[in-house]
């Protein structure tokens, strides 16, 4: 038997079938902690935006138009929620004395990958460090998650030449700490 497509699971979620809220819950809540965590980098913030961003897309899944870009749309409401939440959290910061929590793409790597790996990430970190909010963000969406430029696009609410700029913005800043076979 095939599993349900994500335009079935929201027609019928639409309709109010809670089964269908629990399978896209199921099926996109890797990909929303992932985009949460690259964005947010706060660990400890992860699961309540996850939750936050879930809660709002079920709420106004009325509002998706086009079902075939559920997964960008995904991605949108949580940036949003993540970026909500950074900015409260650095404004915080200017009344308590408390670290900043980030996380680092060099330390959600796998146990098993070699020192070679780990050391490449922790360049990558130092030059993402250089790059814009903006930028950074079109950038470990297409690259740290693998995201088409379609969903990049959507995910930070911009045209797809937008995010073409953003992607190559961030690529210029990074500087040779990269080289991607997919570079814009």
Same mark, same amino acid.
């Given at each position: 038997?095939?599993? %349900?497509t994500?335009?079935?699971?929201? &027609?019928?979620?639409? =309709? =109010?079938?809670e ?7 199921r ?5 929303v ?6 964005v947010?980098?706060?660990s ?15 709420d ?6 086009h079902?075939k ?11 949003s ?31 098993a990958?070699? %020192?070679?790996?780990?050391? &490449? ?13 903006? &930028? ?13 430029? &379609? ?23 990074m500087g040779?700490?990269v080289?991607?076979?997919?570079? %814009?």
């Open positions: 038997m095939h599993a %349900p994500d335009a079935s699971l929201v &027609e019928r979620a639409r =309709g =109010g079938d089964y269908a809220f629990d399978l896209l819950y099926r996109h809540v890797q990909f902690a992932a985009v949460v965590l690259r947010c980098g706060r400890s913030d992860l699961e309540d935006v996850v939750q936050e961003t879930f809660i709002i897309a079920f106004k899944l009325d509002t998706l138009v079902v870009a559920l997964r960008g749309w995904l991605a949108q409401i949580a940036i929620r993540a970026d909500r939440r950074s900015r409260w959290f650095r404004w915080l910061r200017l009344f308590r004395d408390e670290p900043d929590e980030k996380a680092a793409l060099s330390s959600m790597v796998s146990t990958a070699g %020192p070679h790996v780990h050391a &490449e990430l922790r360049d990558i970190d130092a030059a993402l460090a250089k790059v814009p909010e903006p &930028e950074r963000t079109a950038w470990l969406l297409r690259f740290g998650l693998g995201c088409t430029l &379609e969903e990049v696009a959507q995910g930070l609410g911009c045209s797809l030449a937008t995010a073409k700029r953003r992607l190559s913005l961030a690529h210029g800043l040779d700490a080289r991607l076979e997919d570079d %814009p």
